[in-house]
């Protein structure tokens, strides 16, 4: 008897079609799962591979060369790909909105986005970095080899790492 492919039934939103996603959907184009319809939303139809970078910088690629073509991609995994920018989830209602757009719908999403540099323009980034009552106190290590120092240059940063 001949297979029938399942209706797809499920479906899972990426968000971002840079590094993280592009794996995913490598991976989704060998092993996929039955039933589920995958979406993929970016804003252009390419998205630059941050680690050919340096080897741009030195010469050995050019720009062209560091962008995976989303299109080709996402047809090899049988995803749909939708060229836009998500501004909004929803996970209570389960959507993801596309600025100048509607909604679409989602069972699993899945946010990659990547970084930016538009850091200065977040709330408190100008702010001196203080620790304050209200930021928990860096617990007492004893010192170690690894930190030989102990704990006293160790700051905790709201929203971040430890600074030393
Ligand atoms: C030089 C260099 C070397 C690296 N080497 C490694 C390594 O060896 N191993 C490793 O694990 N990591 C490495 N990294 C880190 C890795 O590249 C990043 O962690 C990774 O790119 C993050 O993946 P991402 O998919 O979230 O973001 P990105 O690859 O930056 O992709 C984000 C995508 O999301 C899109 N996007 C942005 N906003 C929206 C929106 N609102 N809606 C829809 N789409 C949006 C962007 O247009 C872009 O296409 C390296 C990074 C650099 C710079």
């Known amino acids: 008897m001949m297979d029938m492919p399942l209706p797809l039934t499920r479906d899972l939103v990426l968000i971002g079609g840079g590094h993280a996603h592009a794996l995913v959907l490598r ?3 060998m092993q996929p799962v039955a039933g589920t319809r995958v979406t993929l939303i970016n804003p252009g139809p390419t998205a630059p591979y941050s680690g050919m970078l340096p080897g741009h910088i030195a010469g ?3 720009r062209e060369a560091l962008d995976i073509d989303l299109v080709k ?3 090899f995994a049988g995803a749909r790909l939708i060229l836009g920018e998500a501004n909004r989830v929803d996970p ?3 959507t993801v909105t596309l600025a100048g757009r509607g909604e679409i719908g989602y069972d699993v999403a899945s946010i990659d986005v990547g970084i930016h540099t538009e850091m200065p323009g977040l709330p408190g980034f100008a702010e001196p970095r203080s620790t304050s009552a209200s930021t928990p106190k860096c617990p007492a290590f004893p010192a170690s080899p690894r930190m030989p120092w102990g704990p006293s ?3 905790p940063t709201p929203g971040g790492g430890a600074i030393f």
Request: net charge positive.
């Open 92 to 94: 209570v209602a389960k």
């Open 153 to 155: 240059r160790l700051t």
């Open 27 to 29: 991976m989704w184009a």
């Open 73 to 75: 991609l996402a047809r």
């Open 60 to 62: 050995h690629y050019t």
